[in-house]
């Protein structure tokens, strides 16, 4: 069973969502503060973190930041906030999906599912592929990535998305592809979450993300991946 820790300084809806969760299956833990929920991480074993923006002593990102420091486990931000900055804001944090209030408790607990199984399928066609004499490696079996024979700290999400590519290489996909693949449901969202994504992919294994040589934008479309993997 998965356990998922809903981090919201509102009773009410921590009421809500833990009880649509406790329905479909899942264990949970409760946190009011960010300190609490930082703590909860630490301590025991999370799958999925849900976590709103707006917390008595720190702002949900100042808590997305530091759990990205020490974990890597999904983030789903519950907010109020609406405007692309703030979702690009999350997104470069680290988090993984956005839900605004107010929200439908059933798309909460599909999206949440949606996050782990796509967590889940991280698998290439070999178990570890090398790219560029070395320079990029992908270790499906053990679900990380290498860069100059450094460990590349990804979030699930990003994780799944370069997967998801570099499975088959050359191939030319669109954005509504990249996000059924990656976001794993019918997604209604901004599609520019998938660029957002690729940015931040980029800057952790391109020598010059500028001039991206694995991840190659399809103009006016989506994105391919061009590395040759041995």
Do not use: W
């Amino acid at each position: 069973m998965r356990t998922v820790l809903v981090v919201d300084d509102e009773e009410k809806i921590r009421d809500v969502v833990v009880s649509y969760l406790k329905n479909d299956g899942f264990l949970t833990l409760e946190a009011g503060t960010g300190a609490q929920a930082l703590e909860l991480v630490r301590k025991e074993g999370v799958h999925l973190l849900i976590l709103d923006l707006m917390l008595p002593d720190m702002d949900g990102e100042q808590v997305c930041r530091a759990v990205r420091q020490m974990d890597s486990v999904p983030i789903l931000m519950l907010t109020a906030k609406v405007s692309n900055a703030n979702r690009i804001q999350g997104l470069s944090l680290g988090a993984d999906d956005y839900v605004t209030k107010p929200f439908d408790p059933r798309e909460l607990v599909a999206r949440v599912r949606a996050i782990l199984r796509r967590t889940d399928d991280g698998h290439l066609l070999a178990d570890r592929v090398s790219y560029d004499n070395g320079h990029l490696e992908i270790d499906s079996l053990q679900q990380k990535v290498y860069c100059g024979g450094e460990p590349v700290s990804l979030t699930p999400s990003e994780y799944k998305l370069l997967i998801a590519l570099a499975k088959y290489p050359k191939r030319h996909f669109t954005r509504d592809e990249l996000a059924d693949k990656v976001l794993g449901y019918e997604f209604s969202g901004d599609i520019r979450t998938i660029d957002q994504h690729v940015k931040n992919i980029r800057h952790k294994i391109e020598r010059d993300p500028k001039r991206p040589s694995y991840i190659v934008t399809v103009y006016g479309s989506g994105y391919r991946f061009s590395g040759e993997g041995t």
